[in-house]
Each structure stands twice: as C-alpha cells, then as structure tokens.
C-alpha cells in the first residue's frame, strides 16, 4: 500500500544545477500537484495536473517544469537552480476534483547552495 | 479566490488540557473546509473535513471542528490532548465548483503539548 512515493527525500544542489523531483503514485488518481512549504508560510501551489498529458500553473510555477505523461508519475524539474528553491517539496494526488482529501507524499527536502 | 488565515503560530498546552485552533476562511463562492496534521518529518494527512450537512464534524484521533458560516470560521478542538499530539495542523479550503488546483492552505499552527 505505498501511496504517494516521492524520490529523492534530501538533496544539496550548488546555484545553477538541475535536478528532478520523482513523484509516483499507484492509487490511478486523475489529480496530482506540486506544493513547495517554507517555514511558516504553509503550502504553496507550484503545478498541477488534471491527467496524463493535462498540466497547468499553480500560485508559484516560476523556475519549475512539470510532465504528465502517465497517471502514475508527475515529476517536478529545477532547471537552474537558486537559493530560492530551498524549501520541503511535497508531492499530492487526489481522485475528485474539489472534495480535497488529498494524499502527500512524505516530502523532499531540497538545499541550494 | 480563497484565503485561509489561521490566527495562531504556535499553541502551547498542558497535557490533558482542551484545545482550540483556530481557523477563518474568506471566499465568495461557498466552500469545503478541511483540516490536516503534518508530524515531524512527515507529509500532511486528513484530520477531518466538512463538505455539506452537519456542521459539526468528527475526526481521527478525537478531533473535531465546527462550521460556522456567519463568522467564516472552522476551529478544530479537542477536549484532551495527548503528548502524541504535537504536530502542525493546516486549515485549507477548496471550492466545490472550482477548479481543479487543489486546496489553498493556511500557514499553519504549531501545537505544543507540554507534560
């Protein structure tokens, strides 16, 4: 029963590298996002994605790609990374549209230095 | 849009005392309400969740919250905490009719239970 998978769980990246964020769920959930938490400021919106194929920007999307190209996996990609993307990334899928359960992933905590 | 405001960072409580944390929401659509517990070094989960009907609503672990739609409230009690308890708690809202972009999120309160 593993949920919501996310790889890697820590990462150090220098300025300007690239990475991506594995995320990979087996409940056949259509909905899946992105959310960036910094201390104190909750969680941000950073993409989603409504099925294979289908993805769309969220509160924060600046610095951030994203690929739908299963149901299964939604991947996060830093391009060039900055100190700004420090910051606990988590991972969520969902089955309905606006009922909100949403299932997380246990995070991946990102480093840029 | 919607916004959450949860009004305390950090609540401090004896072992055994009740709780309350609390949590306003503005939207001009109406909309679902929910609560999640983060544990350290975890995701969040699901405490509870209104979506319709009564508006006291029960979750995991002993919690409960209550709509309040003339004061655009939704805080979450528990008459008697456990050290188990500490945690972050998220109040979000999703609207029912709106789009697909998941919840918008509150900042967050950090329950400390002290013995």
């Known amino acids: 029963n593993a949920g919501v998978t996310q790889t890697p769980k820590f990462r150090i990246l220098k300025i300007g590298q690239s990475m991506t964020l594995q995320c990979a769920q087996d409940?056949?959930?259509?909905?899946m996002y992105w959310y960036r938490q910094d201390p104190g400021m909750g969680l941000k919106l950073i993409y989603y994605s409504v099925g294979a194929g289908i993805t769309d920007k969220g509160e924060v999307p600046n610095g951030y790609n994203v690929s739908r190209s299963t149901t299964e996996d939604f991947p996060l990609r830093l391009e060039l990374a900055a100190p700004s993307q420090t910051s606990v990334y988590f991972c969520a899928s969902s089955q309905n549209r606006g009922s909100g359960e949403l299932f997380f992933g246990e995070g991946s905590r990102l480093t840029v230095l | 849009a919607q916004s959450v405001t949860q009004l305390d960072s950090q609540v401090p409580v004896f072992e055994e005392a009740p709780v309350e944390l609390r949590c306003n929401y503005s939207?001009?659509?109406?909309?679902?309400l929910f609560w999640y517990v983060q544990y350290p070094n975890q995701g969040l989960q699901l405490l509870l969740k209104y979506l319709s009907g009564s508006t006291l609503v029960k979750g995991i672990n002993g919690f409960e919250a209550e709509f309040n739609k003339s004061q655009t409230s939704f805080h979450l009690r528990k008459p008697s905490v456990h050290i188990s308890d500490t945690a972050e708690y998220f109040c979000a809202v999703s609207a029912p009719r709106g789009g697909a972009d998941g919840l918008t999120f509150g900042k967050g309160t950090h329950l400390i239970i002290q013995p």
């Open positions: 939207s001009s659509v109406s909309v679902y």
């Open positions: 409940m056949n959930h259509n909905y």
